[in-house]
């Protein structure tokens, strides 16, 4: 889950309730969906009793509803979850930091899967961006995930002038891995393959 280190720190007694959805990510790991969504539910009236609708561990919460939503082919009622998600790391942590990244990311799955490829690359690539800017260079798992989920998303689509043109250079820009690190390295030939066809 994302942390949220510029927010307060919860009282003690929530502590227990910031790992209830922690099953959900088992049950949705699992494939039992409809059990997921529950927890989570669940898990979402706690913090917002508790911490207030604007916490980052509502945003985290609703950030993982979302991409539970798009696996059980409800891509519609993600959209709203993921909108506040991403409205809520931003007031809560700023538009820059690395916890909004990924909710970045996610909105911007799930634009593409509504056929909103221009907003989707756009996001991806501000994802991307804040990374690169966090981690100071290009060699760090984050900036390479995030560098392979833009390959992804720019997949079989025309590189040519404008957003989506504008956005190849980023899927290639992660050169060199350091042994250190452990990244999906055939995603991304199979992903640099693709595009040199």
């Not at 949220?4 to 929530?14: E, G, N, S, T, Y």
């Amino acid at each position: 889950m994302t942390t949220c280190v510029q927010a307060p720190k919860p009282p003690r007694i929530l502590y227990a309730a910031a790992y209830y959805p922690t099953p959900g990510v088992k049950d949705f790991t699992l494939g039992r969906l409809d059990e997921a969504l529950s927890l989570y539910t669940d898990g979402l009236a706690i913090f917002e009793k508790v911490l207030g609708p604007e916490h980052c561990f509502v945003a985290s919460t609703l950030n993982n509803m979302g991409v539970l939503m798009q696996e059980m082919g409800r891509p519609l009622e993600a959209l709203p979850l993921c909108e506040r998600a991403l409205d809520i790391f931003e007031k809560s942590v700023g538009p820059g930091h690395p916890d909004t990244a990924p909710a970045l990311s996610n909105l911007g799955k799930l634009m593409k899967r509504l056929g909103k490829m221009e907003t989707a690359v756009q996001l991806h690539a501000r994802a991307l961006a804040i990374f690169r800017k966090a981690h100071r260079n290009r060699d760090h798992p984050d900036v390479a995930e995030m560098a392979v989920a833009l390959a992804s998303l720019l997949d079989g689509e025309p590189r040519e002038p404008g957003p989506l043109g504008e956005a190849w250079p980023d899927c290639i820009a992660v050169s060199v891995f350091s042994s250190s690190h452990v990244l999906p390295i055939s995603n991304i030939s199979a992903n640099l393959c693709t595009f040199s066809r």
